[in-house]
């Protein structure tokens, strides 16, 4: 089946650095990967849809200078939080899908603390 | 606007209780209607895609179903392992019709 892994799994970092994570397809060429933010017993909220080779589509309300994604091949997307901040804190999550029509394969997931 | 709507929010079973949760959704052209199972900290887990009205699909103890209006995910005698939030997404036809739009999920505990 569709693998997707993603780390880490966890990171603390300090106030003013950056934090990048990734997201792998394991098993299948990923046309398109998604980035998720996700607050405590909340549902999914979409940040951006990256494509292999060309730019991230960032949804309404998320910064593109601050959350950059960087989708460099068919099987790996980066998602960087620059300059972050304690409100940034929150478990990120990607997607990604080689068929949208099969569906989507999720990551583990990263529990970002920014103290 | 596409919209999803997932009922209750939360629900306590005892195990062997058989229940359903609901997904209700508004969508311009279905493309597909989706089920995720969340543990916490943890990834959506993938569990069924249906995609038009009368669709059923089943695993294990769950099934899903399928109208024009709402799907409903029956858990037959849940076990404690079924404890988890439900998650409910649709894709449409419209605007950028790559992502998916969730619902709030259901919380499921199922009690020993």
């Known amino acids: 089946g569709a693998v997707v892994s993603q780390h880490p799994s966890r990171v603390i970092c300090k106030s003013g650095t950056s934090v990048k994570i990734e997201c792998r397809s394991l098993?299948?060429?990923?046309?398109?990967m998604f980035w998720y933010r996700q607050f405590p017993k909340q549902s999914l909220m979409l940040m951006a849809t990256s494509n292999e080779g060309s730019k991230a589509t960032y949804e309404q309300g998320v910064e593109k200078d601050k959350f950059l994604i960087n989708h460099a091949s068919l099987t790996l997307s980066t998602l960087t939080v620059t300059s972050a901040h304690p409100e940034d804190s929150s478990f990120y999550i990607c997607?990604?899908?080689?068929?949208?029509?099969?569906?989507?394969?999720f990551g583990s997931g990263t529990r970002l603390t920014v103290v | 606007e596409d919209q999803v709507t997932q009922s209750p929010e939360a629900l306590r079973l005892q195990e062997g209780e058989s229940s359903s949760l609901n997904c209700s959704y508004t969508v311009s052209g279905l493309r597909g209607l989706f089920w995720y199972r969340q543990d916490p900290g943890k990834g959506p887990e993938f569990l069924f895609t249906?995609?038009?009205?009368?669709e059923e699909k089943e695993k294990e103890r769950l099934k899903a179903t399928l109208t024009k209006k709402e799907s409903f995910l029956h858990i037959t005698a849940p076990k404690p392992e079924d404890s988890a939030t439900y998650l409910c997404?649709?894709?449409?036809?419209?605007?950028?019709?790559?992502?998916?739009?969730w619902g709030l999920g259901t919380s499921l505990a199922v009690n020993p």
């Open positions: 249906l995609y038009s009205a009368g």
């Open positions: 997607s990604a899908t080689r068929d949208r029509a099969k569906g989507y394969t």
């Open positions: 098993d299948f060429q990923a046309t398109t």
């Open positions: 997404a649709v894709r449409g036809n419209a605007g950028n019709n790559r992502k998916l739009i």
